[in-house]
């Protein structure tokens, strides 16, 4: 076994040398084996290895020992060794999540944060060619696409899986030769979870018929994430031809759109809600394809409901996903903007920094804006549009209305009361992800400058 796991990390090139690796470890069989096999091969690779254990605050007693059992392997193993303890079921239950889903939200949080502080370079988890096969089948059973059929990829950022090519089987039989210890966490033989229906009863059914179903289906597994990751990257060509995004909302082009195929114009709408979202979860084939339905044939002014507080605006032939907010609704308050410094404004969804500068190139990005230090009357404010708001747009001599440049530059009507407006005085600056005020610009002449920038959040 331990060729194989050298193996699968040379293939993937999983570690290399002079790397730490933060193993995560339950007290189980795969992660005991894992975190035996990758001291085994430290000498060889060349790394640094170092464990770390979360505590659900799940389970009660038994949990308590799984954590005791993870402490002592890495105490016999001479591996430095940190435990966390989460409260899953509180998670859970202001989420709306599963605990089976909270958990594994909560454990790669705290195993991520437990790698920054170890200095890890690699996170390295147990999964099996089991835990493929079963994945694999959980996800055929909810109807998935190429990307639930990709399964469990062998590395996911800093995630690696050394052990996704051994089977469970094997696993045992490793840390029988070599005298391990571990614990069962009973919960996995609780067959009201549909992973473990599928564990101890489909797959057993199905190595009657095919012995080797589980190398089967991790090799559909492979053959599907190639293809997956292949569509992924045409998607995202076409989501940058088609698209833009600016303050905290994606547009696409609904008549480029139009002309994709079906199944791109699907993966380019999953990728502008993740954009936004920061995940794909919970987006749902039938949400897809009504964001489909209503870049293609929907009237302006037509909305979709999005998870994550977001929706998407069919308006002036563009599709514009973003935060969801009620119609009229507005901020009315004023916020301080020192200089240097920055405001954080939660009602808005962002942070605006501001900075003295010797810069005199204005930057490229729409978040941030260079302006004129000696052009500004301190202090600045930040507020949103107000009734009569006009504004002389970047390269033009006179002003127009607020309300005229968000037709124009097709802001949808749902988001212009939230779009933040740094000003001085009674004088607009700087419409935050969209120009600055020609007044303010930078000059031949001038001396100093500052340089502002917006950071959206969720």
Not at 180 to 190: F, G, I, M
Request: aromatic share 4%.
């Amino acid at each position: 076994m331990l060729e194989r796991v050298a193996a699968a990390i040379a293939a993937h090139q999983m570690i290399l040398p002079g790397e730490t690796v933060l193993v995560g470890i339950s007290g189980g069989p795969d992660s005991t084996a894992l975190l035996h096999a990758l001291v085994e091969l430290r000498p060889r690779l060349r790394c640094r290895v170092r464990a770390c254990h979360v505590h659900h605050g799940l389970r009660g007693a038994d949990a308590d020992a799984d954590a005791e059992q993870a402490k002592q392997l890495a105490r016999a193993l001479r591996v430095p060794f940190t435990q966390h303890r989460a409260e899953v079921r509180s998670l859970a239950q202001r989420r709306g999540l599963s605990l089976e889903a909270a958990a594994r939200t909560v454990r790669y949080q705290l195993l991520e944060k437990a790698a920054d502080r170890a200095g890890a370079n690699r996170i390295a988890t147990g999964h099996t060619a089991d835990d493929q096969a079963e994945t694999l089948l959980l996800n055929l059973l909810r109807g998935a696409g190429p990307a639930g059929l990709a399964g469990i990829p062998a590395v996911r950022g800093r995630i690696i899986r050394p052990l996704l090519e051994v089977t469970r089987a094997e696993v045992e039989a490793y840390c029988e030769a070599q005298q391990l210890s571990y614990r069962v966490d009973q919960s996995n033989l609780d067959l009201r979870f549909t992973r473990n229906r599928i564990r101890h009863q489909i797959l057993p059914a199905l190595r009657k018929i095919q012995p080797r179903a589980p190398a089967s289906l991790c090799r559909m597994a492979d053959i599907m994430r190639a293809e997956h990751e292949f569509m992924v990257e045409q998607a995202g060509n076409a989501l940058r031809e088609i698209g833009a995004e600016r303050l905290g909302e994606v547009s696409i082009s609904c008549g480029p759109f139009a002309k994709l195929p079906r199944a791109i114009q699907r993966r380019v709408l999953r990728a502008a809600v993740a954009k936004i979202k920061g995940d794909e979860l919970d987006i749902e084939l039938e949400r897809v394809d009504a964001l489909v339905s209503l870049a293609v044939s929907g009237q302006t002014g037509g909305v979709v409901e999005l998870p994550g507080g977001l929706r998407a605006e069919r308006t002036y032939g563009e599709l514009v996903i973003g935060p969801a907010v009620r119609r009229g609704e507005a901020a009315t308050a004023e916020w301080a903007l020192p200089v240097p410094g920055q405001v954080c404004i939660p009602d808005l969804g962002v942070e605006l920094t501001a900075a003295h500068s010797r810069a005199r190139r204005p930057p490229s990005s729409p978040m941030q804006a260079l302006v004129d230090a000696e052009a500004i009357t301190p202090p600045l404010q930040v507020r949103t549009r107000r009734r009569g708001d006009r504004f002389t747009p970047f390269g033009m001599k006179r002003s127009v209305k607020l309300q005229d440049l968000f037709v124009n530059s097709k802001v949808p009507r749902a988001e212009r009361a939230r779009v933040p407006l740094v000003v001085s005085g009674d004088e607009i600056i700087w419409i935050v992800g969209h120009r600055i005020n020609d007044h303010f610009k930078v000059r031949e002449g001038t001396r100093r400058t500052i340089r502002l920038e917006a950071r959206r959040f969720s």
